[in-house]
């Protein structure tokens, strides 16, 4: 199977731009979660969808935003970029059968610039 | 939220054991103690899992204390290719069928060779 991928791997925006980050899943996986890493903050979690809905959310601003499509494919909006938004934004997906169990496997992240 | 504690760095030398400790005393008794490991400039990778008993796979083992309040991941002979971080986790529930991973500062494993 086909790992976890994230488009694109790299990106260069400037303040007040807006971004969209894409994940697609493992086939199979019904669900995505985001997460934020940085050096100072380590890795974050953004938000979790499942069957195209948010089941879960971390505390973040609202200018972070996602969406799940009806393939499971997910997206990952931030608005209004700010400096602070430069990290590398990880993707994983799981089968998300709601075990505590659950194994997240992880995309190599997008990592954004914010100039 | 359940916190786990482990050291922030530890060394090894290649083909030798690592144990490495994390510390979980407000564990609740439905908590299921999660590995991942960070490779550098790579997304995190599952490790190993386990409730009460120690459990084993083909990249490592997990010890669990019988109090459950402390557990050790151990790789039974380090190589280069184990140098990365890694986080001890535990996922309550969070609600609508999700079981957040929380990831603390991990251990950052060296291996010397």
């Known amino acids: 199977k086909a790992g976890v991928t994230q488009t694109p791997r790299y990106l260069i925006k400037t303040r007040g731009q807006q971004v969209t980050l894409s994940c697609s899943p493992i086939?199979?996986?019904?669900?995505v979660s985001w997460y934020q890493q940085t050096p100072g903050q380590g890795l974050q979690f953004l938000f979790e969808?499942?069957?195209?809905?948010?089941?879960n959310k971390g505390n973040f601003p609202g200018r972070f935003s996602g969406r799940q499509f009806s393939n499971s494919r997910s997206e990952m909006n931030v608005s209004t970029l700010e400096l602070g938004d430069s990290a590398l934004y990880l993707c994983?997906?799981?089968?998300?059968?709601?075990?505590?169990?659950?194994?997240?496997?992880f995309g190599p992240g997008t990592r954004l610039t914010v100039l | 939220d359940a916190k786990t504690t482990q050291p922030n760095s530890m060394e090894s030398n290649e083909e030798e054991p690592v144990h490495l400790p994390c510390n979980h005393s407000?564990?609740?008794?439905?908590?299921?103690i999660h590995w991942y490991r960070q490779l550098p400039s790579q997304g995190p990778e599952y490790v190993i899992h386990?409730?009460?008993s120690n459990v084993n796979n083909r990249m490592a083992s997990l010890a669990i204390a019988e109090d459950r309040k402390s557990s050790t991941l151990i790789l039974h002979r380090a190589t280069l290719r184990d140098a990365a971080v890694y986080y001890c986790?535990?996922?309550?529930?969070?609600?609508?069928?999700?079981?957040?991973?929380?990831f603390g500062k991990g251990t950052k494993l060296s291996v010397i060779p």
């Open positions: 994983a997906s799981s089968p998300g059968d709601g075990a505590r169990t659950d194994t997240q496997y």
């Open positions: 086939s199979g996986h019904r669900s």
């Open positions: 969808y499942f069957s195209e809905t948010q089941r």
């Open positions: 407000t564990i609740s008794g439905t908590d299921y």
């Open positions: 386990g409730l009460t």
């Open positions: 986790i535990l996922r309550p529930y969070s609600g609508a069928g999700s079981y957040q991973l929380t």
